[in-house]
C-alpha cells in the first residue's frame, strides 16, 4: 500500500469501527439511561429498534445516492449528521429527544456505511490489496460491536451513560476535518435522476419488515401490528422488484441483483450477521442470567472473542487468496455453524466459561471469514460507477441483518421458555430456552453453508 492509502484505510476504517460501536454501546447503558430519562421499561427497547429502522430502511437509497452526488460528499454529510445526533442524544433531557438521537445516528449510520465501503473498493483495485482491504475492514466492524459493550460499560460505570453519544463528537470531527485533504471525490460516470418510485418502495418495505419482525420479537407472531407491517413490507418490497424492471434509471437494476455473485453472496452475509448478533444476544443471557456476571464482567467476557474477531479479519485475505473468496465464505459459514452447535446443550456451571469462550471465539474468526469472504464476493466484477450501489446492498444486508436476527432467534427462546414455565425453575426454562435457539442458529448457518456453497462453488467449478 502506498502511504495515501495507509491513511484512507485509516480514516475510513476508523469511521466504520466508530459506527460499529454506536450499534451497541448503548445495549449495557440501558438500565441507567432508563433511571435518568424516565424511560418506561417496555419502552427502552425503542433505543436500539430507532436506530436499526433508520439504518437498514435508507442504506440501499443512500448508497446509490451516494453514486450519483458523490461518495466523499455523502460520507461527510454522514459523518457530520452523526457528530449532530451524538449531540442531541448525550444532552436529551426527555426520552423522546434521546430517540431523535438515535435516528439521526441511524440516518448518519446509512449514509456514512455504504460511502465508506464504495471509496474504500474504489480506492484500492479488485484483488490481494483489496481482499486486504476489506479484511481490516470487517475485522474493525467485527471488533466495533463487540467493543461496544466494553465502551458502554466502562463510560456508564466511569462518567455517565451520556458520553457513550458524545464521545464521538471529538472522534467524529478528527475523520470530517481530515477526509477532504486525503479522500478524492469518486462519483458514477454517467450522472442520472434518482429512481423515486424504486427509494419509496425500498425504504418503505425494508421500515416495514424490520418493523414488523421487531414488534414480533416483543408481542408474538400473533399481534396485529406486526402482521400488518409484515404484510405491508412484502407488498412494497414485491413492488419495488416490478419498479426496478421498468425504472429507466434504477435504483438497484435488476441486472445487478439477478448476478450470483451478489445474490448469493449477500444472502451468505445477511445468514452470519443475522445469526452472530442473535447469539451474542442469546449469550448476554446466559452470562448475566444464569451464571450471574455483570454487565462490565459480561462486556470484557466477549471483548476476548472480539480479539479474535480481529485476527480472524487480518487472516482473512491470506484464505482468501489461497481458496478465493466464495470458498472462504463457505469455510466461515462453517465454521460459525459448527461452533454455535456446539454451545447449545450449556448449563449454570461457571467453570464451562472457558469453554465456551473458546467455542465462541473460534466461531468469531469463523465468522470474520465470511464476512469479508462476502464482502470480496458481493462487489467483485463490478464497474466502479455501481459501486456504491453493490456495497449499499452489502451494507443494507448487514444492517438488515443485525437487525432482524435478534428479535426472531429471542422470540425463538421466549417460546421455548413460555411452554416450560409450569414445569421447570425460571433458571431451567431459561436454560432450555436459550438451547433450542442456540440449536436453530446453527441449523440456520449450516443450511447456509450448504446452499451457498452449492450455488458458488459449483458455478466456480464450472467456469474453470
Sequence with gaps: MTPRQRLIL??????????????????????????????????????????????AGFTLVFGRVADLVGRRRMFMIGMALLIAG??????????????VGRVLQGLATAMATPAALALLTTSFPEGPLRARALGLNGALLASGFTAGAV?????????????????????????????????????????????????????GGLLALVFGITRAGEHGWGDTWALAA???GVVLLVAFWFVELHAEAPLASVRMLKRRSISWGNLAGFVTFTMESALVYLMTLYLQQVLGYSAMQTGLAFGVIGIACFIGGVVAPRVIARIGAPGALVLGLLVQ?????????????????????????????GHLFAIVGYMVTATSGVP??????????????????????????????????????????????LLEGIGTAVLVNAAVVLAGAVLVGFALLRRNRADA
Aim: glycine share 10%; aromatic share 6%.
Design 384 to 429: 466502479d460507477d455501481e459501486q456504491g450501489l453493490a456495497t449499499g446492498i452489502a451494507s443494507m444486508t448487514q444492517q438488515v441483518g443485525l437487525a432482524l436476527g435478534i428479535p426472531v432467534i429471542s422470540s425463538i427462546a421466549t417460546a421455548r421458555m413460555d411452554s416450560l414455565s409450569d414445569s421447570h425453575s425460571a433458571t431451567d426454562a
Design 10 to 55: 485509516v480514516i475510513l476504517l476508523g469511521s466504520q469501527f466508530m459506527l460499529a460501536v454506536d450499534f451497541s454501546i448503548l445495549n449495557v447503558a440501558l438500565p441507567k439511561l432508563g433511571d435518568g430519562l424516565g424511560f418506561r421499561l417496555a419502552d427502552l427497547q425503542w433505543v436500539a429498534t430507532s436506530f436499526a429502522l433508520a439504518a
Design 86 to 99: 451524538s449531540l442531541v442524544g448525550g444532552l436529551a433531557a426527555t426520552p423522546g429527544w434521546l430517540l
Design 151 to 203: 465502551f458502554g460499560g466502562v463510560l456508564t460505570d466511569a462518567l455517565s451513560w451520556r458520553w457513550a453519544f458524545l464521545i464521538n463528537v471529538p472522534i467524529g470531527l478528527v475523520v470530517l476535518l481530515a477526509t477532504p485533504s486525503v479522500i478524492t471525490e469518486s462519483r458514477a460516470a454517467e450522472r442520472t435522476g434518482l429512481d423515486i418510485p424504486g427509494t419509496l418502495t425500498a425504504a
Design 337 to 365: 455453524g459448527v461452533t454455535t452447535a456446539a454451545v447449545f446443550n450449556v448449563g449454570d456451571d461457571r467453570g464451562q466459561l472457558p469453554l465456551i469462550l473458546a467455542a465462541l471465539s473460534l466461531g468469531g474468526v
Design 230 to 232: 409484515l404484510a405491508a
